[in-house]
């Protein structure tokens, strides 16, 4: 998921620097990392046309913001078992029996079926998933495409990161904010432990507040190592951030600690809030939560007394029963406190005038309100999907001069679960043609089982990879990516950010893989309808993009590392928010007119069952890798070479489990294997299951999937409707029943790789 950039914006314009002189037959670069979400500027060498060397930026603002995977990209993406031509399967679904094909054999049969699908059940029996922090981007293209053909059944890892908290905060103050590290007096995390899950810039940006003076509170049911740096630190329950929540806003409005002309001015429904808050006394929080009434109290005081504060986007937030409750109980802390869109508060962007944005590209507006109706989910979790956003569309216009601005790609998405069970067929219409690119779908989303049992019903599965992954390995075609440091690169944080930063192509793709941009512009080529992708290259679609700026992108990527407006805070005094009253929504309209309860509210556990007295979360990614990529890379699996549970020292001596020791964990869902870690930091009762587990070593194809089947998390993942939030349909990651069992053949079944097999 994207992470914030947040630069000061004076110390950017005025940064003096160069880049280092480079070396007799060294190429140097400037060039924005995609390895994971969090796009770091990074500097490339190379020799004789290949990357030896990605290193840190000279640039002061960015310097130090680069990780292991960075550094060992050229090597991950030089990888022997890339995938580096089009492969055909030519075997039963999942056989693992390919052969080589052209371009242009596998895009004229790829058109060819896809075409009849949409005959035969319609453009919306078309699906497609993406990550675009693996791609890096997908330019818009893919929803342009798929509105013009009749698809409304986009979906995208997003809905469980990132995007889906985009569509929550709209509906509360109409765009998703952005937090200012640079000025902020107080900075709130949320379950998010930076320095150990690939968040080396955001680390960097708090480690900068607290040596200024910035405050620090964390909550996080593990005394991780930002725990250990707060100065308050809250144990709450995994899963129950709406009731902490819920908790500060208690201390805050019995003792006055809200900005009263803000709320009175900006703000509806507040003393309907007011109201349901007051179901919230600390003594009911402390027992929801498990923290003490006097550090919640304290906790809340020091945010409100704090001046502007921040609460920044983290993924825990997004993946439980009571996320939309959750966000919005974020949002509306920072809207009563004053410190929306205000210096070292939360800023909201919008867009740069100066660059048409990717949510132009994709072109909504083409797709008909017939086709809207039938994205799947919107009936039952609207809340991202068209029917949830859809009274924001004139909001949006008036505020941000767009009728669909697509923030994180994640505001106009269907749902997972829904889209699954439709390929599955259990929906309400037939889903029969399915495209992946960059997202290893078998296990990126909740209840595995349906997502395999989906893939086998397709008549088509088009996979854009690196790597033949678990879900690539059940597609009929397997079409070659290329990777960042191969194609230049125009950035907006997907749509959060008001400014771009460029990256240079630092070499060129290996054999024949092919940037998404191509792969959309083939495909539109392939359903007869060229036109859709106009553009000769990327070059010149970026060129397009940038007409207003006065300059090309070759020469925005040798004269600039960000371009940007100097901010404008307040904005809403001349605008209003791009709500429907113009306001702040305590009390949202929208999720009132949806049928839903238009306050935020807690949903308590379900009762214990006694067969599963333990709770796992997941959805964190394994420190070292992002998501489920690069277990195929030698120097990153022997950092971590096997799947480890995290448990505390008493619930080992509860199960006697021993460090190393291979274990089962099982719910109702599923089960999966796992060698015991047992920390300090873990409370007694709570697992830590490892998020993205395969080995591409094991056996592949169906049955088997390179591991994927033994080890990954999504097997444990449910997707019933007591472990989805309601408006959402977001799947609860955050304190899953479980139980831990010995694994009778003592890890004989899961041996350590050597690098020869990687």
């Known amino acids: 998921m994207p992470a914030p950039v947040p630069f000061d914006p004076s110390a950017i314009a005025n940064a003096k620097h160069k880049l280092r002189p480079a070396k007799d037959g060294v190429t140097v670069k400037r060039t924005i990392c995609a390895t994971c979400d969090i796009a770091c500027s990074v500097v490339t060498e190379s020799k004789q046309g290949r990357v030896v060397k990605v290193r840190s930026s000279d640039n002061p603002i960015f310097r130090d913001n680069i990780c292991m995977k960075g550094i060992i990209a050229p090597k991950a993406f030089a990888h022997p078992d890339r995938i580096l031509h089009p492969m055909k399967r030519v075997g039963e679904r999942g056989s693992g029996k390919w052969e080589r094909v052209s371009w242009d054999e596998a895009m004229s049969d790829i058109g060819q079926r896809l075409k009849k699908v949409i005959d035969e059940h319609g453009p919306e029996a078309w699906a497609v998933s993406t990550s675009q922090w693996n791609t890096a981007t997908d330019h818009g293209l893919g929803r342009r495409i798929m509105n013009h053909i009749g698809s409304p059944n986009w979906i995208s890892g997003v809905a469980l990161c990132a995007g889906n908290t985009a569509a929550i905060n709209r509906l509360t103050y109409g765009w998703f904010p952005m937090g200012d590290f640079n000025n902020t007096n107080c900075i709130v995390l949320m379950g998010h432990n930076p320095r150990r899950h690939s968040w080396t810039p955001l680390y960097n940006y708090i480690r900068s507040a607290q040596q200024r003076g910035a405050k620090l509170i964390v909550c996080d049911p593990r005394k991780s190592s930002s725990a250990e740096r707060a100065d308050i630190w809250l144990p709450l329950k995994a899963g129950s951030d709406a009731a902490m929540m819920f908790g500060w806003l208690k201390v805050i409005f019995d003792e006055g600690l809200y900005d009263k002309d803000f709320v009175a001015n900006w703000t509806v429904g507040f003393e309907e809030l007011r109201k349901r808050v007051d179901e919230f006394p600390l003594d009911r929080v402390a027992k929801l939560t498990g923290c003490e009434p006097e550090m919640i109290a304290k906790a809340a005081r020091m945010y409100a007394n704090s001046g502007p504060s921040i609460i ?445 097999t990687l």
């Not at 678990?470 to 191969?486: C, H, K």
């Not at 054999?511 to 290259?537: H, Q, Y």
Request: proline share 9%.
């Open 312 to 756: 920044p986007w983290t993924p825990i937030t997004d993946m439980q029963r009571n996320s939309t409750s959750a966000i919005r109980l974020q949002g509306i802390l920072r809207a009563v406190c004053g410190y929306i869109d205000v210096a070292g508060g939360e800023t909201l962007q919008g867009f740069h005038p100066d660059v048409v944005p990717e949510s132009t590209i994709e072109m909504h507006e083409v797709l008909s309100e017939a086709q809207k109706a039938k994205q799947l989910g919107a009936d039952t979790h609207p809340a991202f999907t068209y029917r949830g956003q859809e009274a924001l569309r004139e909001p949006l216009k008036r505020v941000w001069g767009h009728e669909y601005p697509n923030q994180i790609t994640g505001c106009y998405m269907a749902n997972p679960s829904a889209t699954f069970r439709a390929m599955a067929g259990e929906g309400s219409y037939p889903v029969k043609a399915f495209f992946t690119l960059g997202n290893n779908t078998v296990m990126s989303y909740a209840n595995m089982p349906l997502i395999i049992k989906a893939m086998m019903n397709q008549d088509l599965i088009v996979a854009h990879e690196h790597h033949m992954t678990p879900t690539a390995q059940l597609a009929d075609y397997v079409l070659p990516g290329d990777s960042w440091l191969e194609r230049p690169w125009l950035t907006d944080a997907f749509g959060w950010m008001s400014a771009y930063r460029p990256s240079e192509q630092s070499m060129e793709p290996p054999g024949e893989a092919l940037s998404t941009w191509e792969f959309w512009k083939r495909i539109a080529n392939a359903l007869d309808r060229p036109e859709l992708v106009p553009w000769a290259s990327l070059t010149d679609f970026y060129d397009d993009r940038l007409k207003a700026t006065g300059m090309s992108f070759k020469e925005l990527s040798e004269t600039t590392e960000i371009y940007f407006d100097m901010p404008e805070f307040r904005k809403y005094l001349k605008t209003g928010f791009a709500t429907p009253s113009g306001k702040v929504e305590l009390k949202s309209s929208i999720l009132e007119d949806l049928g839903f309860d238009p306050l935020p509210y807690f949903r308590e556990d379900p009762p214990v069952d006694p067969d599963y007295p333990l709770q796992m979360f997941t959805g964190v990614r394994e420190d070292g890798y992002f998501q489920t990529a690069q277990r195929q890379v030698p120097e990153m699996r022997q950092r971590a070479p096997e799947p480890m549970i995290f448990v505390s020292p008493d619930t080992a001596k509860d199960y006697q489990l021993q460090e190393n020791e291979w274990v089962i964990i099982e719910n109702q869902t599923g089960k999966i294997s796992a060698q015991v870690a047992i920390k300090e930091a873990m409370p007694n009762g709570l697992v830590r299951v490892p998020h993205g587990w395969w080995k591409p070593e094991m056996q592949s194809g169906a049955g088997h999937l390179s591991g994927a089947l033994q080890y990954s998390d999504a097997q444990l993942c449910r997707d019933d409707e007591d472990y989805l939030d309601r408006e959402q349909g977001i799947p609860h990651l955050k304190g899953v029943p479980c139980r831990i069992v010995k694994d009778p053949t003592g890890g004989a079944a899961n041996p350590a790789p050597t690098e020869g």
